[in-house]
């Protein structure tokens, strides 16, 4: 297989053969988004581990549910790609996926 990280800025994208497809190792990014989440958004977390440890009854509302969606609207969770890496990136997909020449 060709190599095996096609992305390699602003986050690295590693591509990895699976039985059924492909798989998309985005560990910088999820790692970004981790600090962001715990360094900027420290009070959201806060609230939505408060609502959780509440032993209250499931009445078929979860209030951390909003929270968390809430949060993800302040934190992106759009991975950019720029330029000639969007070609490695599809490439690398394909290859992995054993569909080289496959449009």
Same mark, same amino acid.
């Given at each position: 297989?060709a190599?095996?990280?096609?992305?390699?800025?602003?986050?690295?994208?590693?591509?990895?053969?699976?039985?059924?497809?492909?798989?998309?190792?985005?560990?910088?990014?999820?790692?970004?988004?981790?600090?962001?989440?715990f360094?900027?958004?420290?009070?959201? @977390?806060?609230?939505? %581990? /408060? &609502?959780?440890?509440?032993?209250? *009854?499931?009445? !078929?509302?979860?209030?951390?549910? =909003?929270? @968390?969606?809430?949060l %993800? /609207? &302040?934190?992106?969770?759009?991975? *950019?790609?720029? !330029?000639?890496?969007?070609?490695a =990136?599809?490439?690398?997909?394909?290859? /992995?996926?054993?569909?080289?020449?496959?449009?």
């Amino acid at each position: 297989m060709a190599d095996r990280t096609p992305v390699d800025g602003p986050f690295r994208v590693s591509v990895e053969r699976i039985s059924a497809g492909v798989t998309l190792d985005l560990r910088p990014f999820v790692e970004a988004v981790l600090v962001e989440v715990f360094t900027e958004h420290t009070d959201a @977390v806060a609230d939505i %581990l /408060a &609502e959780q440890a509440d032993a209250r *009854p499931y009445d !078929g509302h979860r209030a951390e549910s =909003l929270l @968390v969606e809430r949060l %993800l /609207a &302040e934190v992106s969770t759009r991975l *950019p790609v720029y !330029g000639r890496q969007c070609v490695a =990136l599809a490439d690398s997909i394909r290859d /992995a996926a054993g569909l080289r020449g496959a449009a």
